[in-house]
């Protein structure tokens, strides 16, 4: 608290005596209460219940339309790993994140040095890179189902320089990479604008001072960028793990979980399960199951943005 | 000597640009490839090698694809859904983030992380119990069931609160003694100082409502309610449609947001760094 706040807060408190600054303190509370009261409706309306809600469901047996038929407590998280299509769907899932991540990253970090050179109208080159924040999930998924089209799309340039008939998304074994390749682009421009960011906000001189030593670029590179960003590369990592856990748009819109239930992650599991199947108590299951995943990765991020605190 | 220094930089910059054009090149290409495939004619469709280059630009395919599905109310849908979500959440967060940066009350840091907390858990874990309940109250297509999950946001009361910890404390005292309230003080002080940061929500909350997919398309079943990313795909499933048709269609729905993106790139870009880059 500042020292005007303080002495206003003192001279107040003089005034009116203990009582009477109970007294306020309960009318400032109810007056927060009340800011906050539209934010936090909805918040217990559309989140913290249903969350708890999710639980309840992932114990129970359901109706087709989803209501709660029969108790079965933990039955549906044993069928989780009895059963093969959630293993599937989540050793899919995994190679997804694999796939994405580190490719997402890399990319981006060579796309934000190139748009951090001293040109002219490198702006341009910039707002280029960072594209596809513009762009939807299923525009993305669009555009790429019609480059991996077998006559119109990207196959005859590739014959062109010797990669050849490349199946994309009619083989299992291709399908996932082609999709992740989809989620790659989508997700670079995100990452760019972070990295770009990041990088301008290592100070100068470090590398002023590296000059004077000699360092030529690809040392302050090595020295001084990348040990700087470690943080940023912490926090991409985990953003984009997160929505590669939550991919769901490109699956529904290119392969419907296929081929041979190649693509079907998680939340296209998740999906099918309740919306298809009607299963919700099992669908629900999953959904706890990605929330547990999910909540491990910010503890993680959060536990290491404080070690980075601690160590500054 | 001062030629041959000149002349090296002007190749090092020359290949830059090189590298540079090269990296747009791959990074637009889908973009080109949609826009391509768009401009084709249906003759030119079946031709091999396949173009890679329009040869007219055709409008026609864009009017063949607003007829085919009614993409201008899908679009409509979209920007009144993204509308408001955009207004709901600007509410919302101004108001709570006004109480955290303003208010000393009691449990606000416990206020404070439960607000935090929303942005952990993954909207697909409460997607099953807010389907329900939406279909319970009997909200299926329509925009209240679009919006209104939607319109609190832990990230943008988060946002506001930091722009609003930057504005000094003696303003509200001077303006409490001068006997303002504290909502006439958030209206008429706060706010047109936050502009910068309102700015910045709106445009990204607009943005991530107006490119949603898996609720609408849960929560919209009749033609008249779809948005616009659902209804674009829903072409490409109709088997007779050719692809330039969809593609004009997925060019048709780009254009919204490419303009906002070069419109308010800096708003946007402030938005998505806001919680990554320290400083």
Redesign the interface.
Same mark, same amino acid.
């Given at each position: 608290?500042?020292q005007?706040?303080l002495t =206003?807060?003192l001279s107040l408190s003089s005034k009116f005596g203990k009582k009477g600054r109970q007294k306020r303190?309960v009318k400032?509370?109810f007056?927060?209460?009340l800011?906050?009261s539209?934010?936090?409706i909805?918040?217990i309306?559309?989140?913290f219940?249903?969350?708890i809600? =999710?639980f309840e469901?992932s114990a129970y047996i359901t109706d087709p339309i989803?209501r709660l038929a029969k108790f079965v407590g933990l039955m549906n998280y044993e069928r989780l790993f009895q059963t093969t299509t959630f293993m599937n769907s989540f050793s899919r899932t995994l190679m997804f994140v694999l796939y994405t991540v580190p490719t997402t990253i890399l990319i981006s970090l060579?796309?934000a040095l190139?748009g951090d050179?001293q040109?002219k109208g490198?702006s341009v080159?910039r707002?280029?890179? =960072?594209? =596809?924040?513009?762009?939807?999930?299923?525009?993305?998924?669009?555009? /790429?189902?019609?480059?991996y089209?077998p006559?119109?799309? %990207?196959n005859?340039?590739l014959n062109l320089v010797g990669i050849h008939n490349l199946t994309w998304l009619v083989s299992h074994k291709t399908a996932l990479l082609s999709v992740a390749l989809t989620t790659v &682009?989508l997700q670079?421009g995100?990452n760019t %604008?972070?990295l770009l960011?990041?990088r301008q906000?290592i100070p100068e001189e470090l590398f002023e001072s590296a000059m004077i030593d000699g360092a030529n670029s690809w040392n302050k590179f090595l020295h001084i960028t990348l040990p700087m960003l470690s943080s940023?590369f912490f926090?991409?990592m985990v953003?984009d793990m997160?929505a590669a856990?939550?991919t *769901?748009?490109p699956i529904?819109?290119m392969t419907k979980g296929g081929p041979l239930d190649s693509t079907n992650l998680l939340?296209y599991s998740?999906?099918r399960e *309740?919306?298809f199947n009607g299963k919700?108590g099992f669908?629900?299951s999953q959904?706890?199951m990605?929330?547990f995943i999910?909540?491990l990765l910010?503890i993680l991020q959060f536990v290491f943005v404080e070690r980075k605190v601690h160590y500054e | 000597m001062k030629d041959q220094i000149f002349s090296r930089r002007l190749w090092s910059?020359i290949s830059?640009?090189l590298?540079?054009i090269i990296?747009?090149i791959i990074?637009?290409?889908?973009?080109w490839?949609?826009f391509n495939?768009a401009m084709m004619s249906d003759t030119e469709?079946g031709s091999?090698?396949?173009l890679?280059f329009p040869t007219a630009i055709r409008f026609e395919n864009i009017q063949r694809a607003l007829s085919q599905a009614p993409l201008g109310r899908y679009l409509f849908n979209s920007v009144v859904q993204s509308t408001l979500v955009m207004v709901g959440q600007l509410?919302?967060?101004c108001?709570?983030a006004?109480?955290f940066a303003f208010?000393? *009350?009691? &449990?606000?840091n416990f /206020?404070f992380l439960?607000?935090l907390s929303?942005m952990?858990?993954? &909207?697909?874990?409460?997607?099953?119990?807010?389907?329900? *309940?939406i279909?319970t109250l009997g909200w299926t297509d329509t925009f209240q069931g679009l919006a209104?999950?939607?319109?609190?946001?832990?990230f943008g009361?988060f946002l506001l609160r930091q722009f609003f910890l930057k504005i000094p404390?003696?303003l509200k005292?001077a303006a409490?003694m001068d006997g303002c309230g504290?909502f006439r003080f958030l209206m008429t002080i706060v706010l047109p100082l936050a502009r910068p940061a309102l700015g910045t929500l709106a445009v990204y909350s607009f943005?991530q409502t107006?490119?949603q997919?898996?609720w609408p398309?849960?929560i919209t079943n009749n033609s008249s309610m779809r948005t616009v990313?659902?209804g674009?795909?829903l072409l490409?499933d109709e088997e007779r449609l050719m692809?330039n048709i969809?593609?004009a269609g997925?060019i048709f729905?780009?254009i919204p947001?490419?303009t906002? /993106?070069?419109v308010s790139?800096r708003q946007?870009?402030r938005g998505?760094?806001a919680g990554?880059?320290?400083?």
């Open positions: 608290m500042d005007t706040a =206003s807060e303190a400032t509370f007056q927060a209460i800011y906050l539209p934010a936090l909805l918040f309306t559309f989140v219940i249903p969350l809600r =999710s469901i989803g060579g796309l190139l050179l040109l490198i080159f707002m280029i890179f =960072s594209i =596809s924040i513009a762009i939807s999930g299923a525009t993305a998924s669009l555009m /790429f189902l019609y480059i089209h006559t119109v799309g %990207v005859y340039l &682009w670079i995100l %604008v972070i960011a990041a906000t940023t926090f991409l953003v997160l856990f939550q *769901f748009t529904h819109v939340v998740i999906y *309740f919306y919700y669908a629900a959904a706890i990605l929330f999910m909540l910010t | 910059s830059q640009y590298i540079l990296a747009a990074i637009l290409y889908p973009i490839s949609a495939i469709m091999y090698p396949p890679q509410i919302t967060a108001l709570a006004y109480a208010i000393e *009350f009691k &449990w606000r /206020f439960v607000f929303t952990m858990i993954p &909207w697909e874990a409460t997607i099953i119990p807010n389907y329900l *309940f279909k209104i999950p939607f319109m609190a946001t832990g009361t404390h003696e005292d409490t504290s943005l107006y490119n997919y898996l398309l849960l990313q659902i674009i795909t490409q692809i969809v593609m997925v729905i780009l947001t490419l906002l /993106f070069v790139n946007l870009i998505l760094t990554a880059v320290k400083g």
